[in-house]
């Protein structure tokens, strides 16, 4: 017998809505993000520097935008094989979200302390806050009372990395509660003997993009 | 022209339909009556009531002299009684709102205040998206880029909002243009909501004052649009951003908001053309990061605002469009959204041929009768009459038969063994 899942505990509605809802916010919300990697490859044409682990981040999000502007295009409609894939993808890109966040965090604070004074007619350096040493010139003059405490900016900064990470996980539930649901009704199924899928006349990204979507098929049938 | 109007958006209106015709009345009588006739619901006193609650806070606030603001009141008020202007200003609502908000905001004592963050939005936005995006879109500027950045930001930004609610008019299903006023004017005043609640500094702070301390008797500045009006010999930017409502208002960015709520409508009317209100975006995007005036965490918050109340504007107030029609004349009725529904699985658990696949058995093998012949043969022998579990050739096809195999076919099929052909 098909073994039976262990993740009871999804969420069953989206705020008491049907779960496609969710579904159809959570990938919309996500493909905006996603458009962040458009951009971070910009630099390439404007010479600003980038390192290693920013190249990598943003050409991922490069990747995600694909899928999930594709998912979100089936959300009424769903395909499983494709649907299958958003999950997987959605689910792996929040680990990676958390910790590429962990390691951004980790250098805009390194950065923070430093005292380097960098150039100031440049936009701004690669990474961290630009212009950290022009920061006293001012600050004697001017009236400094209605202006965020370090501890208040603080707090705001943990609070806004932390309130997005929270609402993606639940985003995740939901995209992974739907799948479950569209694996469990018999309406939409896929038949792996399906002749109509004849890969022997397609170029390679299309074999590549079916076996990936069929593995992700059987995985989430495998542990939802 | 008129020929071509009737003869594009007249031609297939339906025999005596009056969904598309507006009010043309100019009595008062009628809207009291109506009033009076109205019981309003739990949605509709939170609506009318927060909207309400911000134009008196407006109306107090404001700086301007007793006399006008009654004045301008008392004429807001007589248009949305008169039928025919009533239509459309009583529903534009949350707009009025926003604007009052908006321009009452920069007459704010500091001291109401709350502070001003310097470090927030590069911060998150370092963390979230890997660096400043911003920084990353201005570090090299000419010419031309300064155009191509400045016509949606400086132009396309203040038409576009009067040319879509022209278009959806005319080419949506009627009704459209109050959902239209109610996603546009609740998006921007959350969003005002926002900034003065959550001042923050725009990129353009941090390259002129790097990460110090801001303070409110601070000016704004036109970022990158300082540009354009030298280019032109003009102080229209420099004016206007110098003397801006809210200054320290990035977060969210309301040019990313409209653009995003425009999209999402046209989108919505004409799917077929969604990329080019993409690119559209996309392309404001880059501006407003190009121009300093915002950080990408900034357009996010502006953008998901949009998307979420879009959404629910979508599936409790827009009327469902018809594929192919463009012309408000068209419709002969004007359904909503059903969200049960259109739910894709909807139905899926009710319907007899929908038995759940848990409760199948889906995953055994097509050849799996051959290969289950090695223990308890079912298949047709010269033994058939002494084995208890044989079947004869004929009965072989029968109903019946296949129940009775089903226990022993799951019994050998391979758990989790796929056939890929």
Redesign the interface.
């Known amino acids: 017998m098909q073994q039976q899942s262990n993740m009871v505990h999804l969420p069953q509605t989206f705020l008491s809505y049907p779960l496609y809802i969710g579904v159809e916010v959570a990938l919309g919300v996500l493909t905006f993000n996603k458009f962040s990697g458009m951009y971070g490859v910009l630099a390439l044409f404007t010479g600003h520097p980038l390192d290693f682990v920013q190249w990598t981040f943003y050409i991922w999000s490069i990747f995600c935008l694909v899928v999930f502007i594709s998912g979100i295009r089936q959300v009424y409609k769903p395909n499983i094989l494709l649907m299958s894939t958003v999950t997987f993808v959605f689910s792996v890109d929040t680990i990676v979200s958390c910790i590429y966040c962990l390691w951004f965090t980790a250098v805009w604070f390194s950065q923070e302390g430093s005292t380097d004074v960098t150039d100031l007619k440049s936009a701004g350096t690669a990474l961290g806050p630009a212009h950290e040493g022009t920061t006293s010139t001012i600050s004697t003059k001017v009236d400094t009372s209605k202006s965020a405490s370090s501890g208040y900016e603080f707090f705001l900064i943990i609070l806004l990395t932390l309130v997005p990470l929270a609402v993606r996980f639940y985003f995740n539930f939901i995209i992974i509660a739907f799948q479950q649901q569209l694996l469990r009704s018999g309406k939409f199924t896929f038949d792996q003997n399906d002749i109509e899928v004849n890969l022997h006349n397609r170029n390679i990204l299309f074999k590549w993009r079916y076996k990936f979507e069929k593995w992700c098929f059987y995985l989430c049938k495998r542990y939802l | 022209m008129a020929n071509w109007f009737q003869r594009t958006f007249l031609a297939n209106r339906p025999a005596g339909s009056r969904l598309a015709n507006l009010e043309t009345s100019f009595n008062p009588k009628l809207s009291i009556r109506k009033l009076k006739n109205y019981h309003a619901s739990a949605t509709d006193i939170c609506h009318y009531g927060f909207l309400g609650s911000i134009m008196f806070f407006s109306f107090v606030v404001n700086p301007a002299p007793w006399i006008f603001k009654i004045l301008f009141y008392s004429l807001l008020l007589l248009l949305f009684v008169i039928p025919a202007t009533g239509q459309f200003f009583f529903n534009a609502l949350p707009i009025f709102a926003w604007l009052s908000l908006y321009f009452t905001s920069s007459s704010f004592d ?1 001291s109401y ?1 709350p ?6 939005l ?3 936005e ?15 500027t000419n010419k031309p880029l300064d155009i191509v950045a400045w016509l949606p930001y400086g132009i396309f930004h203040f038409g576009a909002p009067f040319v879509v609610a022209a278009i959806l008019f005319i080419c949506g299903p009627p009704t459209i243009l109050r959902g239209y006023a109610f996603a546009f004017g609740y998006m921007n005043l959350f969003g005002v909501m926002t900034q003065n609640l ?1 001042p923050a500094a725009p ?1 353009w702070y ?2 002129l ?10 000016h704004g500045s036109p970022g990158g649009l300082g540009r354009i009006d030298e280019y032109f010999g003009i102080n229209l930017y420099t004016k206007g951003f110098t003397n801006s409502a809210v200054i320290f208002g990035a977060f969210p960015s309301l040019h990313s908001g409209c653009a ?1 709520m425009e999209a999402l409508f046209f989108s919505y009317v004409f799917p077929k053309l969604t990329p080019l209100f993409v690119f559209y975006v ?1 392309w404001l ?2 501006s407003t ?1 190009y121009l ?1 005036h915002h950080y ?1 965490v900034d357009l ?1 918050a502006g ?2 605002l949009s ?2 109340i879009f ?1 629910y504007t979508k ?1 409790f107030h827009l009327p469902l469009t018809e594929k192919g029609v463009y012309s408000r004349w068209t419709y002969a009725e004007i359904p909503k959204f059903n ?2 529904q ?4 909807y139905g ?2 009710s ?1 007899v ?6 409760v ?4 055994f093998e ?1 050849n799996s009768m051959e290969n289950s012949n090695n223990s308890n043969s079912n298949s047709p022998s010269i033994f058939d009459e002494s084995s208890p579990r044989s079947v004869s050739r004929s009965s072989l096809t029968s109903t019946d038969n296949l129940e009775q195999d089903l226990p022993l076919r ?1 019994s050998t099929a391979k ?2 063994k ?4």
Request: aromatic share 12%; hydrophobic share 40%.
């Open positions: 500091a205040r502070p001003i963050t310097v470090k927030v590069p911060a998150i370092t963390i979230l998206y890997g660096d400043n995006l911003s920084d990353i879109l201005a570090t090299s959550f990129p941090k390259i004052n790097g990460l110090s301390p801001a303070n409110y008797s601070m995003t996309c995007w880059w990061m300093t990408f996010m953008s998901v998307y979420v959404q599936y969200i049960w259109t739910d894709p699985l899926a658990r319907d041929e929908n038995v759940p696949l848990s199948l058995e889906t995953d097509l799951t758990p989790n796929q056939r890929f052909d």
